[in-house]
């Protein structure tokens, strides 16, 4: 079973880790009580990375194939002291960010480096999740399938019925001419 929530110390607090694939890792910047362990400045922060392992064999914020606006939607941080403001409002400065971001991405990296079979064990589960999702989907789809199947061959006993009631007025119409 891979390890959720593994606690991993950085300068500025504790950061908890859940590997979900071997390149992707789920960073949370709070303890599972949602109490916020990252402080910067006297400033506590609250949010979460999603860390990619990119080409190079490190790992950056966002996957690689993205751009730079595109991966900034992998990083969402909040100052603790702000956390009942509005959506883009209460963010922490740009240099808070950017110093979170570096010395998060480093000690991931190190710790993925440290720890390949946390990485291996995340893909077979996802790929354990995936045949799970897949072998539901097939059997919603055979379940469509027997209900299609089902009306057509109503549909074909109705046309039958509708056919032969057809050659029975057609006869008794010619009949009573």
């Keep these: 079973m891979v390890k959720r929530d593994v606690p991993l110390t950085i300068k500025f607090g504790t950061v908890y880790l859940t590997p979900t694939e071997w390149n992707h890792v789920y960073v949370g910047?709070?303890?599972?009580?949602?109490?916020?362990?990252i402080s910067i400045r006297g400033v506590g922060i609250h949010g979460n990375l999603h860390l990619y392992r990119w080409q190079d064999g490190h790992m950056h914020v966002g996957p690689e194939d993205k751009s730079t606006y595109e991966r900034r939607h992998s990083v969402y941080l909040k100052r603790a002291d702000w956390l009942d403001r509005p959506h883009g409002q209460g963010e922490p400065s740009e240099s808070a960010r950017d110093l979170l971001i570096e010395m998060v991405s480093a000690a991931v990296d190190k710790w993925v480096t440290e720890h390949p079979l946390e990485m291996q064990r995340a893909e077979v589960q996802d790929k354990e999740r995936d045949e799970v999702r897949t072998a539901g989907k097939v059997k919603e789809v055979e379940a469509l399938l027997e209900t299609?199947?089902?009306e057509y061959y109503g549909a074909c006993e109705a046309l039958a019925g509708?056919?032969?009631?057809?050659?029975?007025?057609?006869?008794?119409?010619?009949a009573a001419e």
Aim: without cysteine.
């Design 29 to 37: 910047l709070s303890d599972p009580d949602n109490a916020s362990n």
């Design 148 to 150: 299609a199947r089902k």
């Design 162 to 174: 509708a056919q032969q009631a057809l050659r029975y007025l057609a006869t008794t119409t010619k």
